[in-house]
């Protein structure tokens, strides 16, 4: 017997680890404060539209890297990779001088927010996505990166911000520290 599939299947025609369940309406800005102050990110969840297209990107991503980390690794960093002895792309040799470079970038699968909040990753080439590196970033830097100074304002001036680090167990990307970011423009 043939089974049909529809949106409201989350199933349909992609299994989705048992963690990852779509969400049906965008989630407001004051529910993200309240599941990041209880510590309840797990329940955050994008459209089914973007969890599957999610999935199939990693999918993809699964058949030509070796792991997440070397995807991430060359996408923001711009490391150099090596084949694998299967011929999957790998981090090779870490680059001379080493940077301690930080990115603020659009998630390419944002969760399913309300209109003016935007969902950004900052990513950290080295060390640790701590509380004081990431305050620190929003502190000092414009949306763009650059070091905020009279002429421009920092993240933390011209957005109300939350963040979060994802707890171990559902982190997708384990060897690249890096923080969820949200942010909704200030109103004055």
């Known amino acids: 017997m043939a089974t049909q599939s529809n949106e409201n299947d989350h199933n349909a025609d992609v299994e989705f680890p048992p963690h990852v369940v779509p969400v049906d309406t965008p989630q407001t800005w004051n529910f993200l404060e309240k599941v990041i102050a209880e510590k309840n990110v797990t329940i955050l969840g994008r459209s089914l539209q973007d969890q599957r297209a999610y999935h199939k990107f990693k999918l993809r991503l699964d058949q030509k890297y070796a792991d997440i980390t070397s995807y991430i ?4 960093f711009g490391w150099p990779l090596t084949q694998d002895s299967s011929g999957k792309l790998k981090i090779g040799d870490i680059p001379d001088g080493n940077s301690n470079a930080v990115y603020l970038r659009d998630n390419d699968f944002p969760y399913y927010l309300e209109d003016g909040v935007s969902h950004k990753v900052l990513w950290f080439e080295t060390g640790d996505a701590s509380t004081e590196r990431i305050i620190n970033f929003l502190d000092t830097r414009t949306v763009t990166g650059a070091l905020a ?3 421009n304002k ?3 001036d011209e957005y109300d911000i939350l963040w979060f680090v994802n707890p171990v167990a559902v ?3 384990r060897g690249a520290p890096h923080a969820h970011v949200f942010l909704r423009e200030k109103k004055n």
């Open 149 to 151: 100074d009279e002429n």
């Open 73 to 76: 690794r060359e996408s923001v």
């Open 154 to 156: 920092s993240i933390q």
């Open 171 to 173: 982190q997708s990307v």
